[in-house]
């Protein structure tokens, strides 16, 4: 199964998006408040996928999304944004991120990227 490294500075978003992957059989998370905790973590676990807030203190998801990439090419980023992000949306596209999810994000749209990133 795959492992999971969830990164946002809001503990409760951290939890909703473990509980709805919790409900489709996703098991082993890991779980960063920042971009620095975020690098640390990849480096170490090396988790199939990273879904990752954009802004955040210490290190945003941006700074984090290209140490991560530079570590790894072949790392799979989601990066989370909230409404208005569009310009930080498309930096991360560029940088690599895979996809992205706009907040507040409906679960089955959560599910269903978390699952199209992990086949592909």
């Given amino acids: 199964m795959a492992k999971i490294l ?3 500075d809001a503990a409760f978003m951290r939890m909703m998006i473990i509980e709805n992957l919790k409900k489709t059989g996703f098991q082993e998370f890991s779980e960063a408040g920042n971009g620095e905790e975020a ?21 945003d998801g941006l700074v984090a999304l290209q140490e991560i990439k530079e570590m790894d090419p ?19 596209i560029k940088l690599g991120a895979v ?11 959560l ?7 992990l086949a592909s």
């Fill in 74 to 92: 072949a790392a799979r980023v989601v990066m989370c944004s909230a409404m208005g992000q569009e310009n930080m949306v498309i930096e991360a």
């Fill in 99 to 109: 996809d992205f999810i706009v907040k507040p994000f409906k679960p089955e749209r």
């Fill in 39 to 59: 690098v640390t973590l990849y480096e170490a676990e090396k988790p199939d996928l990273v879904l990752m807030d954009i802004t955040m203190p210490v290190k």
């Fill in 6 to 8: 969830i990164v946002d």
């Fill in 111 to 117: 599910l269903q990227t978390v699952k199209n990133v």
